[in-house]
């Protein structure tokens, strides 16, 4: 007597086959890398660094394609709406989880609508001020804002971004609310601290180093985990007195829309490992002022955005800022 398999049984059997088979379609086929900002700048870098490594390990092409609009708005949604196969992914940075925090219309949930596959690099801030300012060391500084408000002014660029986060945090900790003067773009708003209009700035470290070294700009602290190995002589926020201020660190990371199968999103977790291991890429992102994520898995990243989203949002609401 023949016995036969169950209908319902047979197709529970095929389906992990049929996932493995669209996993393996999805590979073979390369990857569409979504940069939701123009070209040029630490997402898109970092992103074109990592899919240069993994076209060459995976034996198939990442294709960076930039899509602005909407401060990431735009790409976003796109990945957002894209089939959960692997083919389309998102690069961006810490600021797709606030991106609620900020706007007041956004297409999609920056958490819930996504899948967390791997984080790719950390890249400090450093809190710089014009060359001018009598303050030592941040201790000094701190005294001085709170002796003369009126004297200092932040240059900020994009709301809900790190430097932005790190801003708002710093007023809150010195219980001083000091301006913030909005710039369009990183190279405006440096010109205008180098020049004294403004006083301060939270910088990417990259953007501001070349000018502390040529002494345009003064350096108080970095922000990270603790010093960086680009610019040791720069003591970390928590050394000078400030440990709130030292978690707050751009970093970038992917993303693929919700629903990517739990195997493929341990698959590309491990290519993002194993290329941020390598020599060539420490040293591309060393040469950004920033250090590789190594050995987390997508669970611990899941894991880290449950705590820092909440996080971040809390630091905006409690800074007063409204969605725009």
């Not at 092409?61 to 790409?75: F, M, Q």
């Not at 890249?123 to 201790?139: E, I, N, Q, T, Y």
Request: aromatic residues 4%; proline residues 9%; hydrophobic residues 50%.
């Amino acid at each position: 007597m023949i016995e036969r398999t169950p209908m319902h049984r047979r197709a529970l059997l095929v389906m992990p086959s049929l996932a493995l088979a669209g996993a393996a379609r999805a590979q073979s086929a390369g990857v569409r890398l979504v940069v939701p900002f123009p070209p040029g700048g630490g997402i898109d870098v970092s992103g074109r660094i990592f899919a240069e490594a993994l076209t060459q390990s995976q034996g198939a092409p990442w294709v960076v394609e930039n899509r602005s609009g909407a401060n990431g708005a735009v790409g976003s949604a796109a990945v957002a709406r894209a089939e959960a196969d692997g083919r389309t992914l998102l690069c961006n940075s810490d600021s797709h989880l606030l991106a609620r925090g900020v706007m007041a219309r956004v297409p999609y949930d920056p958490i819930a609508d996504f899948t967390p596959i791997a984080r790719l690099a950390i890249s400090p801030l450093v809190l710089v001020g014009a060359p001018g300012l009598a303050a030592a060391d941040l201790p000094a500084l701190i005294a001085d804002i709170r002796a003369r408000p009126q004297a200092h002014a932040f240059a900020n660029t994009s709301l809900g971004t790190s430097g932005h986060l790190a801003t708002e945090l710093f007023r809150l900790e010195v219980g001083v609310p000091v301006l913030i003067v909005s710039y369009r773009g990183t190279g405006p708003a440096i010109a205008d601290v180098v020049g004294g209009q403004t006083s301060l700035m939270m910088a990417p470290l990259l953007s501001a180093l070349p000018l502390v070294r040529a002494g345009r700009l003064k350096a108080y602290c970095v922000t990270g985990p603790g010093r960086t190995a680009v610019a040791p002589e720069i003591p970390n926020a928590a050394e000078m007195g400030m440990p709130a201020l030292a978690p707050v660190a751009p970093w970038f990371a992917f993303w693929g829309p919700r629903g990517l199968a739990p195997a493929e999103v341990t698959r590309l977790n491990a290519a993002v490992q194993a290329a941020a291991a390598t020599p060539e890429v420490a040293r591309k992102l060393g040469d950004l002022g920033g250090q590789p994520v190594l050995g987390e898995t997508a669970a611990q990243f899941e894991a880290f955005i449950a705590e820092a989203a909440p996080r971040g949002l809390s630091i905006l609401s409690r800074a007063g800022v409204q969605p725009e």
